[in-house]
């Protein structure tokens, strides 16, 4: 679970959640401060093991919005959902550089 751990340190989740009416964008529930700005998820402190034995970062989708046929009194809005998983290699190219300097 350590080695899992230091590896999550060069991982990012972030989602957007923005609203689209007529070809107009708006933030949604003001899960984002603005439609240019992605909501930072903490995932290093959620890694957990499941009962397989298997590490899982468990995905909060609270935020997630699923509209049906029911919420349609007149025109639809659409409700944008997207969810980001970045690796940072630059970072981890770097800090294995500079752990191998340590060595010698």
Not at 15 to 40: C, H, P, R, W
Not at 42 to 50: A, E, G, H, R
Request: proline fraction near 2%; charged fraction near 20%.
């Amino acid at each position: 679970m350590l080695e899992v751990r230091n590896l999550m340190q060069y991982v990012e989740m972030s989602g957007m959640y923005f609203l689209e009416d007529a070809n107009k964008l708006g933030i949604y529930n003001s899960i984002n401060d603005d439609i240019f700005t992605f909501k930072k998820y903490d995932i290093q402190s959620s890694l957990k093991v499941n009962s397989h034995g298997l590490v899982e970062v468990p995905l909060d989708t609270a935020d997630v919005t699923l509209l049906g046929s029911a919420n349609l009194p007149g025109q639809l809005q659409e409700v944008r959902s997207t969810i980001h998983i970045v690796s940072n290699n630059l970072r981890l190219k770097k800090d294995a550089y500079l752990s191998c300097q340590k060595v010698e």
